[in-house]
Protein backbone atom coordinates (compact mmCIF):
# COMPACT_ATOMS: atom_id res chain seq x y z
CA UNK A 1 0.00 0.00 0.00
CA UNK A 2 2.97 2.11 0.70
CA UNK A 3 4.63 1.39 -2.38
CA UNK A 4 1.26 2.10 -4.33
CA UNK A 5 1.44 5.66 -2.52
CA UNK A 6 4.72 6.59 -3.55
CA UNK A 7 4.50 5.13 -7.05
CA UNK A 8 1.19 7.34 -7.20
CA UNK A 9 3.37 10.49 -5.45
CA UNK A 10 6.49 10.60 -7.85
CA UNK A 11 3.87 10.09 -10.69
CA UNK A 12 1.78 13.12 -9.75
CA UNK A 13 5.09 14.98 -8.68
CA UNK A 14 6.96 14.54 -11.27
CA UNK A 15 4.24 16.14 -13.59
CA UNK A 16 2.59 18.94 -11.54
CA UNK A 17 0.75 20.14 -14.32
CA UNK A 18 -1.38 16.71 -14.34
CA UNK A 19 -1.71 17.55 -10.65
CA UNK A 20 -3.40 20.75 -11.34
CA UNK A 21 -5.41 19.14 -13.87
CA UNK A 22 -6.48 16.53 -11.58
CA UNK A 23 -7.14 18.82 -8.92
CA UNK A 24 -8.98 20.85 -11.47
CA UNK A 25 -11.39 18.06 -12.68
CA UNK A 26 -12.49 17.08 -9.04
CA UNK A 27 -12.59 20.26 -8.08
CA UNK A 28 -15.17 21.15 -10.94
CA UNK A 29 -17.03 17.05 -10.00
CA UNK A 30 -17.49 18.62 -6.69
CA UNK A 31 -18.87 21.75 -7.93
CA UNK A 32 -21.45 20.26 -10.24
CA UNK A 33 -22.81 17.94 -7.73
CA UNK A 34 -23.20 20.46 -4.99
CA UNK A 35 -24.79 22.83 -7.17
CA UNK A 36 -26.93 19.49 -8.62
CA UNK A 37 -27.75 18.17 -5.10
CA UNK A 38 -29.02 21.78 -4.10
CA UNK A 39 -31.07 22.56 -7.28
CA UNK A 40 -32.60 19.16 -6.98
CA UNK A 41 -33.97 19.84 -3.70
CA UNK A 42 -37.66 18.31 -3.48
CA UNK A 43 -37.47 16.76 -6.49
CA UNK A 44 -34.95 13.93 -7.38
CA UNK A 45 -32.59 12.96 -3.96
CA UNK A 46 -29.48 13.85 -4.83
CA UNK A 47 -27.02 13.82 -1.28
CA UNK A 48 -24.59 17.35 -1.01
CA UNK A 49 -20.74 15.56 -1.59
CA UNK A 50 -20.01 16.18 1.83
CA UNK A 51 -22.82 14.18 3.66
CA UNK A 52 -21.75 11.13 1.20
CA UNK A 53 -18.16 11.73 2.15
CA UNK A 54 -19.72 12.15 5.87
CA UNK A 55 -21.63 9.18 5.23
CA UNK A 56 -18.27 7.20 3.81
CA UNK A 57 -15.91 7.62 6.70
CA UNK A 58 -18.79 6.91 9.40
CA UNK A 59 -19.05 3.48 7.89
CA UNK A 60 -15.54 2.70 8.58
CA UNK A 61 -16.41 2.55 11.83
CA UNK A 62 -20.42 2.01 12.24
CA UNK A 63 -21.27 -1.00 10.45
CA UNK A 64 -23.87 -1.13 7.78
CA UNK A 65 -25.83 -4.15 8.30
CA UNK A 66 -23.88 -6.51 10.23
CA UNK A 67 -20.28 -5.28 8.83
CA UNK A 68 -18.66 -1.74 8.94
CA UNK A 69 -17.48 -0.62 5.43
CA UNK A 70 -14.15 -2.03 5.68
CA UNK A 71 -15.37 -5.79 6.37
CA UNK A 72 -17.34 -5.57 3.64
CA UNK A 73 -14.66 -5.03 1.35
CA UNK A 74 -12.52 -7.10 2.44
CA UNK A 75 -15.19 -9.61 1.88
CA UNK A 76 -15.79 -8.72 -1.54
CA UNK A 77 -11.75 -8.98 -2.26
CA UNK A 78 -11.69 -12.12 -0.73
CA UNK A 79 -13.70 -13.79 -3.17
CA UNK A 80 -11.93 -11.80 -6.06
CA UNK A 81 -8.78 -13.25 -5.02
CA UNK A 82 -9.64 -16.69 -4.88
CA UNK A 83 -11.36 -16.61 -8.23
CA UNK A 84 -8.83 -14.58 -9.76
CA UNK A 85 -5.90 -16.78 -8.34
CA UNK A 86 -7.49 -20.05 -9.66
CA UNK A 87 -8.58 -18.26 -12.59
CA UNK A 88 -4.63 -16.86 -13.16
CA UNK A 89 -2.69 -20.42 -12.45
CA UNK A 90 -5.14 -22.78 -15.04
CA UNK A 91 -5.48 -19.92 -17.45
CA UNK A 92 -1.65 -19.75 -17.66
CA UNK A 93 -1.32 -23.19 -17.97
CA UNK A 94 -3.90 -23.47 -20.46
CA UNK A 95 -2.83 -20.71 -22.29
CA UNK A 96 0.78 -21.57 -22.67
CA UNK A 97 0.06 -25.19 -23.53
CA UNK A 98 -1.98 -23.87 -26.40
CA UNK A 99 0.87 -20.99 -27.51
CA UNK A 100 3.28 -23.99 -27.84
CA UNK A 101 1.42 -27.35 -29.02
CA UNK A 102 -0.86 -26.42 -31.88
CA UNK A 103 -2.63 -30.11 -31.23
CA UNK A 104 -3.49 -28.79 -28.02
CA UNK A 105 -4.43 -24.82 -29.39
CA UNK A 106 -6.73 -27.40 -32.35
CA UNK A 107 -8.78 -28.86 -29.50
CA UNK A 108 -9.16 -26.13 -26.66
CA UNK A 109 -9.16 -22.89 -29.06
CA UNK A 110 -13.35 -23.86 -30.82
CA UNK A 111 -14.61 -24.33 -27.21
CA UNK A 112 -13.05 -21.59 -26.20
CA UNK A 113 -14.20 -19.06 -28.67
CA UNK A 114 -18.07 -20.47 -28.23
CA UNK A 115 -17.74 -20.00 -24.24
CA UNK A 116 -15.73 -16.50 -24.38
CA UNK A 117 -19.01 -14.40 -25.66
CA UNK A 118 -20.67 -15.03 -22.48
CA UNK A 119 -20.83 -12.61 -20.70
CA UNK A 120 -19.80 -13.91 -16.56
CA UNK A 121 -22.78 -12.11 -15.42
CA UNK A 122 -24.85 -14.53 -17.24
CA UNK A 123 -23.83 -17.52 -15.88
CA UNK A 124 -24.93 -15.87 -12.44
CA UNK A 125 -28.59 -17.91 -12.32
CA UNK A 126 -26.47 -21.30 -13.26
CA UNK A 127 -23.91 -20.32 -10.77
CA UNK A 128 -26.37 -19.74 -7.57
CA UNK A 129 -28.20 -22.96 -8.85
CA UNK A 130 -24.69 -25.39 -8.47
CA UNK A 131 -23.53 -23.02 -5.89
CA UNK A 132 -25.77 -22.22 -3.84
CA UNK A 133 -25.82 -18.41 -2.59
CA UNK A 134 -22.79 -18.23 -0.39
CA UNK A 135 -19.22 -17.26 -1.36
CA UNK A 136 -19.15 -20.30 -3.97
CA UNK A 137 -21.00 -19.12 -6.81
CA UNK A 138 -19.65 -15.47 -6.87
CA UNK A 139 -16.07 -17.16 -6.81
CA UNK A 140 -16.99 -19.13 -9.50
CA UNK A 141 -18.06 -16.19 -11.56
CA UNK A 142 -14.82 -14.26 -11.26
CA UNK A 143 -12.86 -17.78 -12.34
CA UNK A 144 -14.92 -17.46 -15.11
CA UNK A 145 -14.42 -13.98 -15.54
CA UNK A 146 -10.72 -13.84 -15.59
CA UNK A 147 -10.35 -16.88 -16.80
CA UNK A 148 -10.30 -15.98 -20.40
CA UNK A 149 -7.90 -13.33 -20.46
CA UNK A 150 -5.51 -14.80 -18.71
CA UNK A 151 -5.78 -17.84 -21.19
CA UNK A 152 -6.06 -15.40 -24.44
CA UNK A 153 -2.93 -13.73 -23.25
CA UNK A 154 -0.69 -16.62 -21.87
CA UNK A 155 -1.38 -17.97 -25.16
CA UNK A 156 -0.56 -14.92 -27.27
CA UNK A 157 2.94 -14.32 -25.16
CA UNK A 158 3.85 -18.47 -25.60
CA UNK A 159 3.37 -17.95 -29.39
CA UNK A 160 5.27 -14.91 -30.05
CA UNK A 161 7.97 -16.30 -28.48
CA UNK A 162 11.10 -15.23 -30.76
CA UNK A 163 12.21 -18.61 -32.20
CA UNK A 164 15.70 -17.32 -32.75
CA UNK A 165 15.93 -16.90 -28.99
CA UNK A 166 14.73 -20.54 -28.66
CA UNK A 167 17.16 -21.55 -30.90
CA UNK A 168 20.07 -19.33 -28.95
CA UNK A 169 19.15 -21.49 -25.75
CA UNK A 170 19.08 -25.16 -27.61
CA UNK A 171 22.18 -24.39 -28.97
CA UNK A 172 23.40 -23.19 -25.21
CA UNK A 173 22.77 -26.75 -24.31
CA UNK A 174 19.14 -26.42 -23.13
CA UNK A 175 16.47 -29.21 -22.64
CA UNK A 176 12.96 -28.88 -24.10
CA UNK A 177 12.03 -28.43 -20.41
CA UNK A 178 14.45 -25.67 -19.62
CA UNK A 179 13.81 -23.84 -23.18
CA UNK A 180 10.44 -23.58 -21.63
CA UNK A 181 11.08 -22.07 -17.80
CA UNK A 182 14.24 -20.16 -19.28
CA UNK A 183 12.90 -18.62 -22.97
CA UNK A 184 9.24 -19.72 -23.35
CA UNK A 185 7.67 -18.31 -19.82
CA UNK A 186 10.15 -15.31 -19.23
CA UNK A 187 9.52 -13.79 -22.53
CA UNK A 188 5.48 -14.26 -21.75
CA UNK A 189 5.25 -12.17 -18.67
CA UNK A 190 4.28 -9.17 -20.30
CA UNK A 191 1.76 -10.74 -21.94
CA UNK A 192 0.42 -12.93 -19.15
CA UNK A 193 0.34 -9.61 -17.03
CA UNK A 194 -1.69 -7.44 -19.45
CA UNK A 195 -3.78 -10.44 -19.37
CA UNK A 196 -3.72 -10.66 -15.23
CA UNK A 197 -4.55 -7.15 -15.52
CA UNK A 198 -7.37 -6.80 -17.55
CA UNK A 199 -8.71 -9.69 -15.26
CA UNK A 200 -8.14 -8.20 -12.03
CA UNK A 201 -10.59 -5.12 -12.85
CA UNK A 202 -12.72 -7.44 -14.80
CA UNK A 203 -12.92 -10.12 -11.92
CA UNK A 204 -14.15 -6.63 -9.45
CA UNK A 205 -16.96 -5.92 -11.94
CA UNK A 206 -18.38 -9.42 -11.77
CA UNK A 207 -17.59 -9.73 -8.03
CA UNK A 208 -19.96 -6.36 -7.61
CA UNK A 209 -22.24 -7.76 -9.71
CA UNK A 210 -22.92 -11.10 -8.96
CA UNK A 211 -23.27 -9.54 -5.47
CA UNK A 212 -25.61 -6.66 -6.08
CA UNK A 213 -27.64 -9.54 -7.64
CA UNK A 214 -27.93 -11.93 -4.46
CA UNK A 215 -25.71 -11.33 -1.47
CA UNK A 216 -25.58 -10.75 2.20
CA UNK A 217 -22.86 -8.88 2.67
CA UNK A 218 -19.99 -7.31 0.10
CA UNK A 219 -19.92 -3.42 -1.46
CA UNK A 220 -22.11 -4.48 -4.01
CA UNK A 221 -24.58 -5.88 -1.26
CA UNK A 222 -24.08 -2.25 0.14
CA UNK A 223 -25.71 -0.63 -3.28
CA UNK A 224 -28.82 -3.45 -3.10
CA UNK A 225 -29.69 -2.34 0.17
CA UNK A 226 -29.34 1.23 -0.16
CA UNK A 227 -31.80 1.03 -2.99
CA UNK A 228 -34.14 -1.57 -0.80
CA UNK A 229 -33.99 0.94 1.68
CA UNK A 230 -34.47 4.20 -0.15
CA UNK A 231 -30.89 5.19 1.13
CA UNK A 232 -29.49 7.07 -1.69
CA UNK A 233 -26.28 7.96 0.89
CA UNK A 234 -26.15 4.70 1.17
CA UNK A 235 -25.58 3.87 -2.35
CA UNK A 236 -22.96 6.26 -3.30
CA UNK A 237 -21.10 5.23 -0.42
CA UNK A 238 -20.89 1.88 -1.97
CA UNK A 239 -19.98 3.32 -5.08
CA UNK A 240 -17.42 5.25 -3.89
CA UNK A 241 -15.98 2.61 -2.44
CA UNK A 242 -16.11 0.13 -5.35
CA UNK A 243 -14.65 3.00 -7.23
CA UNK A 244 -11.90 3.50 -5.02
CA UNK A 245 -10.96 -0.09 -4.60
CA UNK A 246 -11.02 -1.01 -8.27
CA UNK A 247 -8.51 1.86 -8.59
CA UNK A 248 -6.23 0.57 -6.28
CA UNK A 249 -6.15 -2.91 -7.89
CA UNK A 250 -5.56 -1.39 -10.94
CA UNK A 251 -2.74 0.69 -9.50
CA UNK A 252 -1.51 -2.15 -7.52
CA UNK A 253 -1.01 -4.31 -10.81
CA UNK A 254 0.32 -1.76 -12.25
CA UNK A 255 3.36 -1.54 -9.86
CA UNK A 256 4.12 -4.78 -9.67
CA UNK A 257 4.28 -4.85 -13.66
CA UNK A 258 7.01 -1.89 -13.52
CA UNK A 259 8.67 -4.54 -11.20
CA UNK A 260 8.40 -7.64 -13.30
CA UNK A 261 8.60 -6.15 -16.79
CA UNK A 262 11.28 -3.92 -16.15
CA UNK A 263 12.63 -4.85 -19.47
CA UNK A 264 9.35 -4.64 -21.49
CA UNK A 265 8.93 -0.81 -20.58
CA UNK A 266 8.65 0.58 -23.57
CA UNK A 267 5.44 -1.55 -24.30
CA UNK A 268 3.56 -0.34 -21.37
CA UNK B 1 51.70 -27.40 -36.84
CA UNK B 2 50.29 -30.61 -36.40
CA UNK B 3 47.17 -30.20 -34.21
CA UNK B 4 44.45 -32.84 -34.61
CA UNK B 5 41.41 -32.54 -35.93
CA UNK B 6 38.53 -30.93 -34.33
CA UNK B 7 35.98 -30.72 -37.10
CA UNK B 8 35.54 -32.86 -39.54
CA UNK B 9 32.76 -32.53 -42.67
CA UNK B 10 32.52 -35.85 -44.68
CA UNK B 11 30.67 -35.49 -48.52
CA UNK B 12 28.01 -33.20 -46.74
CA UNK B 13 24.92 -32.90 -48.71
CA UNK B 14 22.04 -31.24 -47.92
CA UNK B 15 18.52 -30.81 -49.81
CA UNK B 16 15.42 -28.81 -49.05
CA UNK B 17 13.07 -31.28 -50.65
CA UNK B 18 14.11 -30.59 -54.08
CA UNK B 19 16.58 -27.91 -53.44
CA UNK B 20 19.81 -29.22 -53.10
CA UNK B 21 21.70 -26.33 -51.45
CA UNK B 22 25.25 -27.98 -50.05
CA UNK B 23 26.23 -30.41 -53.24
CA UNK B 24 29.24 -32.82 -51.63
CA UNK B 25 31.02 -30.55 -49.57
CA UNK B 26 34.40 -31.96 -47.13
CA UNK B 27 36.66 -30.11 -45.58
CA UNK B 28 38.31 -30.73 -42.09
CA UNK B 29 39.19 -28.01 -39.26
CA UNK B 30 41.99 -28.50 -37.00
CA UNK B 31 42.14 -28.07 -33.09
CA UNK B 32 42.29 -24.12 -32.05
CA UNK B 33 42.22 -23.41 -35.74
CA UNK B 34 40.55 -19.69 -37.16
CA UNK B 35 38.88 -21.03 -40.14
CA UNK B 36 37.18 -18.47 -42.07
CA UNK B 37 34.35 -18.73 -44.54
CA UNK B 38 33.27 -16.69 -47.35
CA UNK B 39 30.32 -16.99 -49.73
CA UNK B 40 27.70 -15.20 -51.49
CA UNK B 41 24.26 -14.61 -50.31
CA UNK B 42 21.59 -17.51 -49.95
CA UNK B 43 24.82 -20.13 -51.13
CA UNK B 44 23.83 -22.58 -47.75
CA UNK B 45 26.50 -20.60 -45.06
CA UNK B 46 23.60 -20.51 -42.68
CA UNK B 47 22.56 -23.91 -43.46
CA UNK B 48 26.21 -25.67 -43.34
CA UNK B 49 26.27 -23.91 -39.51
CA UNK B 50 22.15 -25.40 -38.40
CA UNK B 51 23.16 -28.99 -40.38
CA UNK B 52 26.31 -29.19 -37.85
CA UNK B 53 24.64 -28.64 -34.86
CA UNK B 54 22.10 -30.36 -35.63
CA UNK B 55 19.19 -28.04 -35.83
CA UNK B 56 18.82 -29.08 -39.51
CA UNK B 57 18.76 -32.85 -40.25
CA UNK B 58 21.54 -33.56 -42.86
CA UNK B 59 21.02 -35.47 -45.97
CA UNK B 60 23.97 -37.10 -46.84
CA UNK B 61 27.62 -37.57 -45.29
CA UNK B 62 28.20 -36.34 -42.00
CA UNK B 63 29.75 -33.97 -39.47
CA UNK B 64 31.79 -35.01 -36.65
CA UNK B 65 33.43 -33.35 -33.91
CA UNK B 66 36.70 -35.23 -32.52
CA UNK B 67 35.58 -38.01 -34.41
CA UNK B 68 32.52 -38.29 -33.01
CA UNK B 69 29.09 -37.30 -34.08
CA UNK B 70 27.76 -33.85 -32.97
CA UNK B 71 25.73 -33.83 -29.53
CA UNK B 72 25.42 -30.80 -28.18
CA UNK B 73 25.05 -31.81 -24.47
CA UNK B 74 28.69 -33.58 -24.81
CA UNK B 75 30.74 -30.86 -27.20
CA UNK B 76 30.77 -28.13 -25.85
CA UNK B 77 29.47 -25.75 -28.98
CA UNK B 78 28.56 -22.04 -29.04
CA UNK B 79 26.91 -20.88 -32.17
CA UNK B 80 26.32 -17.32 -32.66
CA UNK B 81 23.56 -16.29 -34.64
CA UNK B 82 23.36 -13.84 -37.60
CA UNK B 83 20.77 -11.95 -35.58
CA UNK B 84 21.53 -10.72 -32.38
CA UNK B 85 20.00 -13.07 -29.80
CA UNK B 86 20.17 -12.17 -26.09
CA UNK B 87 17.35 -12.70 -24.27
CA UNK B 88 15.96 -9.30 -23.75
CA UNK B 89 14.39 -9.89 -19.90
CA UNK B 90 17.72 -10.77 -18.51
CA UNK B 91 20.58 -8.01 -17.78
CA UNK B 92 23.63 -8.06 -19.55
CA UNK B 93 25.23 -9.78 -16.44
CA UNK B 94 22.40 -12.23 -16.74
CA UNK B 95 22.64 -13.04 -20.01
CA UNK B 96 26.35 -13.59 -20.05
CA UNK B 97 25.33 -15.75 -17.13
CA UNK B 98 22.58 -17.81 -19.15
CA UNK B 99 24.00 -20.67 -20.74
CA UNK B 100 25.91 -21.74 -17.14
CA UNK B 101 22.33 -21.10 -15.42
CA UNK B 102 20.79 -23.49 -18.05
CA UNK B 103 23.44 -26.18 -17.07
CA UNK B 104 23.01 -25.75 -14.02
CA UNK B 105 26.61 -24.04 -13.15
CA UNK B 106 27.42 -23.35 -9.50
CA UNK B 107 25.90 -19.77 -8.65
CA UNK B 108 29.15 -18.65 -7.39
CA UNK B 109 31.09 -20.31 -10.83
CA UNK B 110 28.70 -18.71 -12.77
CA UNK B 111 29.36 -15.36 -11.23
CA UNK B 112 32.81 -15.40 -11.94
CA UNK B 113 32.44 -16.62 -14.99
CA UNK B 114 30.34 -13.51 -16.02
CA UNK B 115 32.03 -11.06 -14.29
CA UNK B 116 35.81 -12.50 -16.35
CA UNK B 117 33.93 -12.15 -19.76
CA UNK B 118 32.20 -9.08 -19.04
CA UNK B 119 35.48 -7.92 -18.47
CA UNK B 120 37.14 -8.93 -21.59
CA UNK B 121 34.29 -7.26 -23.74
CA UNK B 122 34.32 -4.21 -21.41
CA UNK B 123 30.52 -4.78 -20.40
CA UNK B 124 31.22 -4.45 -16.82
CA UNK B 125 30.06 -0.98 -16.58
CA UNK B 126 26.75 -2.23 -17.91
CA UNK B 127 26.03 -5.40 -16.39
CA UNK B 128 22.78 -4.04 -15.40
CA UNK B 129 21.48 -2.32 -18.35
CA UNK B 130 18.54 -4.48 -20.15
CA UNK B 131 19.42 -5.26 -24.10
CA UNK B 132 17.15 -2.56 -25.29
CA UNK B 133 19.19 -0.24 -23.57
CA UNK B 134 22.02 -1.12 -25.82
CA UNK B 135 23.58 -0.13 -29.30
CA UNK B 136 24.16 -2.83 -31.78
CA UNK B 137 27.53 -3.76 -30.89
CA UNK B 138 27.22 -3.64 -27.08
CA UNK B 139 24.26 -6.61 -28.06
CA UNK B 140 26.80 -8.61 -30.01
CA UNK B 141 29.57 -8.44 -27.39
CA UNK B 142 26.97 -10.04 -24.45
CA UNK B 143 26.22 -12.48 -27.44
CA UNK B 144 29.87 -13.24 -27.52
CA UNK B 145 31.04 -12.86 -23.76
CA UNK B 146 27.84 -15.35 -23.56
CA UNK B 147 29.42 -17.76 -25.51
CA UNK B 148 32.83 -17.52 -24.23
CA UNK B 149 31.66 -18.29 -20.68
CA UNK B 150 30.51 -21.46 -21.60
CA UNK B 151 34.69 -21.81 -22.54
CA UNK B 152 33.26 -23.71 -25.97
CA UNK B 153 35.67 -26.12 -27.75
CA UNK B 154 33.95 -25.06 -30.74
CA UNK B 155 33.04 -21.75 -31.50
CA UNK B 156 30.39 -21.17 -35.00
CA UNK B 157 29.58 -17.36 -35.99
CA UNK B 158 27.53 -16.65 -38.71
CA UNK B 159 28.13 -13.38 -40.08
CA UNK B 160 28.38 -11.79 -36.58
CA UNK B 161 29.43 -8.15 -37.14
CA UNK B 162 27.42 -7.87 -40.75
CA UNK B 163 25.41 -5.29 -39.27
CA UNK B 164 27.98 -3.11 -37.57
CA UNK B 165 29.87 -0.09 -39.28
CA UNK B 166 33.39 -0.49 -40.18
CA UNK B 167 35.06 0.69 -36.98
CA UNK B 168 33.05 -1.05 -34.59
CA UNK B 169 34.13 -4.21 -36.65
CA UNK B 170 37.60 -3.57 -36.13
CA UNK B 171 37.37 -3.62 -33.09
CA UNK B 172 35.13 -6.38 -32.24
CA UNK B 173 37.33 -8.38 -34.64
CA UNK B 174 40.28 -7.46 -32.24
CA UNK B 175 38.91 -8.72 -29.65
CA UNK B 176 37.56 -11.75 -30.92
CA UNK B 177 41.07 -12.56 -32.06
CA UNK B 178 42.05 -11.86 -28.40
CA UNK B 179 39.55 -14.36 -26.79
CA UNK B 180 40.46 -16.60 -29.39
CA UNK B 181 44.41 -16.71 -28.76
CA UNK B 182 43.72 -16.65 -24.60
CA UNK B 183 41.28 -19.48 -25.40
CA UNK B 184 42.76 -21.52 -27.48
CA UNK B 185 39.21 -22.60 -28.82
CA UNK B 186 38.17 -23.53 -32.58
CA UNK B 187 36.43 -21.27 -34.44
CA UNK B 188 34.63 -21.08 -37.47
CA UNK B 189 33.54 -17.88 -38.74
CA UNK B 190 31.11 -17.11 -42.10
CA UNK B 191 31.18 -13.80 -43.50
CA UNK B 192 30.66 -12.15 -47.08
CA UNK B 193 33.34 -9.60 -45.99
CA UNK B 194 36.47 -10.47 -47.97
CA UNK B 195 38.52 -8.16 -45.91
CA UNK B 196 37.39 -9.33 -42.70
CA UNK B 197 37.89 -12.97 -43.49
CA UNK B 198 41.62 -12.10 -44.66
CA UNK B 199 41.80 -10.43 -41.69
CA UNK B 200 40.77 -13.21 -38.94
CA UNK B 201 40.96 -16.62 -40.85
CA UNK B 202 44.09 -18.99 -40.36
CA UNK B 203 42.43 -20.62 -43.52
CA UNK B 204 39.48 -19.32 -45.73
CA UNK B 205 36.92 -21.53 -48.05
CA UNK B 206 35.85 -20.21 -50.39
CA UNK B 207 32.38 -21.13 -51.70
CA UNK B 208 29.99 -21.10 -54.73
CA UNK B 209 26.89 -20.62 -55.68
CA UNK B 210 24.26 -23.11 -55.27
CA UNK B 211 24.62 -26.00 -55.83
CA UNK B 212 27.55 -25.36 -53.51
CA UNK B 213 30.94 -26.69 -53.35
CA UNK B 214 33.83 -25.57 -52.13
CA UNK B 215 35.46 -23.55 -54.66
CA UNK B 216 38.92 -23.19 -53.19
CA UNK B 217 40.81 -23.34 -50.00
CA UNK B 218 43.25 -20.75 -49.09
CA UNK B 219 45.76 -20.79 -46.31
CA UNK B 220 46.23 -17.61 -45.02
CA UNK B 221 50.15 -17.19 -43.26
CA UNK B 222 49.94 -13.60 -42.92
CA UNK B 223 51.63 -12.47 -39.47
CA UNK B 224 49.06 -11.36 -36.72
CA UNK B 225 48.08 -8.76 -35.69
CA UNK B 226 47.20 -7.84 -39.54
CA UNK B 227 47.74 -4.94 -41.34
CA UNK B 228 44.99 -4.30 -43.59
CA UNK B 229 46.67 -1.57 -45.67
CA UNK B 230 50.18 -3.88 -46.04
CA UNK B 231 50.88 -5.18 -50.39
CA UNK B 232 50.51 -8.83 -48.95
CA UNK B 233 47.56 -8.19 -47.30
CA UNK B 234 45.79 -6.81 -50.05
CA UNK B 235 47.20 -9.43 -52.52
CA UNK B 236 45.74 -11.66 -50.61
CA UNK B 237 42.04 -10.14 -50.69
CA UNK B 238 42.38 -9.62 -54.29
CA UNK B 239 43.01 -12.88 -54.63
CA UNK B 240 39.87 -13.58 -52.82
CA UNK B 241 37.88 -11.37 -54.46
CA UNK B 242 39.25 -12.63 -57.71
CA UNK B 243 38.01 -15.93 -57.20
CA UNK B 244 34.26 -14.32 -55.74
CA UNK B 245 34.40 -12.23 -58.64
CA UNK B 246 33.02 -15.71 -60.70
CA UNK B 247 30.02 -16.31 -58.59
N1 LIG C 1 14.50 -24.10 -43.48
C1 LIG C 1 14.62 -23.98 -44.81
N2 LIG C 1 13.68 -24.53 -45.62
C2 LIG C 1 13.80 -24.41 -46.96
N3 LIG C 1 14.80 -23.79 -47.59
C3 LIG C 1 15.76 -23.24 -46.84
C4 LIG C 1 15.71 -23.29 -45.41
N4 LIG C 1 16.80 -22.65 -44.93
C5 LIG C 1 17.47 -22.21 -45.99
N5 LIG C 1 16.86 -22.57 -47.16
C6 LIG C 1 17.34 -22.28 -48.50
O1 LIG C 1 18.66 -22.70 -48.58
C7 LIG C 1 19.47 -21.76 -49.28
C8 LIG C 1 20.63 -21.34 -48.41
O2 LIG C 1 20.17 -20.53 -47.33
P1 LIG C 1 21.12 -20.01 -46.19
O3 LIG C 1 20.31 -19.21 -45.28
O4 LIG C 1 21.87 -21.15 -45.62
O5 LIG C 1 22.10 -19.08 -47.02
P2 LIG C 1 23.29 -18.17 -46.49
O6 LIG C 1 24.48 -18.56 -47.25
O7 LIG C 1 23.37 -18.24 -45.02
O8 LIG C 1 22.79 -16.74 -46.97
P3 LIG C 1 23.07 -15.30 -46.32
O9 LIG C 1 24.41 -14.85 -46.83
O10 LIG C 1 21.99 -14.47 -46.89
O11 LIG C 1 23.02 -15.42 -44.85
C9 LIG C 1 18.55 -20.64 -49.67
O12 LIG C 1 18.16 -20.82 -51.01
C10 LIG C 1 17.38 -20.78 -48.77
O13 LIG C 1 16.22 -20.35 -49.41
MG1 LIG D 1 23.07 -16.82 -43.52
Redesign the interface.
Known amino acids: MQRIGKTVWKRLKANRQTLLWIVISFATLLIAWQVASMLSQGRVQIPAPLEVFEAFFRSMTVPIGKNTILEHAGISLWRVLLGFVVASVIGMAIGILMGVSPKAHAVINPLFEFVRPIPPIAWIPLSILWFGLGSSNKIFIIFLASFTYVTINSYEGARNVDPKLIGAARMLGASRRRVFTHVIFPSSVPYIFAGLQIALSVSWAAEVAAEIIYSQNGVGWIITMGMNNGNITQIMVGMIAIGVIGYLLSTLMRVVEGRLCRWNRQET | MDRPVKVKVDHLVKKFDELLVLDDISFSVKQGEFLCIVGPTGCGKTTFLNSL?G?YDITGGSITIDGEPVD??KH????I?Q?Y?T????TVEQNVQ??L???REKAEKAKKQAEKYMELVGLTEFRDY???QLSASMLQRVVIA?AFA?EPELLLMDEPYGQLDTELRYRLENELLNLWRQSGTTVIFITHNIEEAVYLGERILVLSNKPTTIKKEIANRLPMPRDIAAPEFIELRNQVTELIKWW
Open positions: TLLKRVAYFESMPWLFANLKYPDRT
